[in-house]
């Protein structure tokens, strides 16, 4: 059981670049997220799903897009490259259900380190 | 009203020693305030999670204690040990259907053995 896996790892972009942060969870998680992590700044939601098909913004979703074909995959695109975009970026999945009394974490990738030069 | 503060932004603790990081809110509407743990190049980890309607929770070496009416919330880790080295975020959870964490800035502790 892999849980969330990112790919890459790392990377380096020049502004202007395009680029797919690709996320995948093989624990058919219904909800999805994207955050981007700054030193000293926390985590910052970019955009989230709810199931296959659906995704809205989160607080910081300028610069990027989503998609969410399958329940499996949901990947984050940068289409023009900025400074300003350089972080670390996690996705996370939950399971969701209706009763909150048993809520169940986010489990969270262990990133993709994104530099823009 | 969505933010949720977090201190200190660092702390160093001698082994055994108890760490005390804090957290306040200010949106009541929030009803789920899990904690995070994240060691260097990892993705964050859940260590423990409260809800408003008990004080404290104890799970293993970790604690949480909750203030409803001070809108506060802290992790005590008790006799600390080196590998609790980390950076710990707390976080609040509204009541809605998407259940979009707010997270704090993080605290770095380091444990010196």
């Known amino acids: 059981n892999a849980g969330v896996t990112q790919t890459p790892k790392f990377r380096i972009l020049k502004i202007g670049q395009s680029m797919t942060l690709q996320c995948t969870q093989d624990?058919?998680?219904?909800?999805m997220y994207w955050y981007r992590q700054d030193p000293g700044m926390g985590l910052k939601l970019i955009y989230y799903?709810?199931?296959?098909?659906?995704?809205d913004k989160g607080e910081v979703p300028n610069g990027y897009n989503v998609s969410r074909s399958t329940t499996e995959d949901f990947p984050l695109r940068l289409e023009l490259a900025a400074p300003s975009q350089t972080s670390v970026y996690f996705c996370?999945?939950?399971?969701?259900?209706?009763?909150?009394?048993?809520?169940?974490?986010?489990?969270f990738g262990d990133g993709t380190r994104l530099s823009i030069l | 009203q969505q933010q949720v503060k977090q201190s200190p932004q660092s702390l160093i603790v001698q082994k055994g020693g108890i760490p005390i990081i804090n957290c306040a809110y200010e949106?009541?509407?929030?009803?789920?305030f899990p904690w995070y743990q994240q060691f260097p190049g990892k993705g964050p980890a859940l260590l423990i999670a409260?809800?408003?309607?008990?004080s404290e929770k104890k799970e293993g070496r970790f604690t949480i204690s909750f203030n409803k009416s001070a809108k506060q919330f802290s992790l005590h880790i008790m006799d600390s040990q080196p590998g609790d080295s980390a950076t710990y975020f707390c976080?609040?959870?509204?009541?809605?259907?998407?259940?979009?964490?707010?997270f704090g800035t993080g605290t770095r502790l380091k444990v010196l053995a």
């Open positions: 996370a999945s939950q399971i969701r259900n209706r009763n909150r009394d048993r809520e169940q974490p986010q489990h």
């Open positions: 624990m058919n998680h219904n909800y």
């Open positions: 799903s709810v199931g296959a098909g659906i995704t």
């Open positions: 949106n009541t509407a929030f009803d789920y």
């Open positions: 409260i809800r408003p309607d008990v």
């Open positions: 976080a609040a959870s509204p009541p809605s259907g998407t259940y979009k964490y707010i």
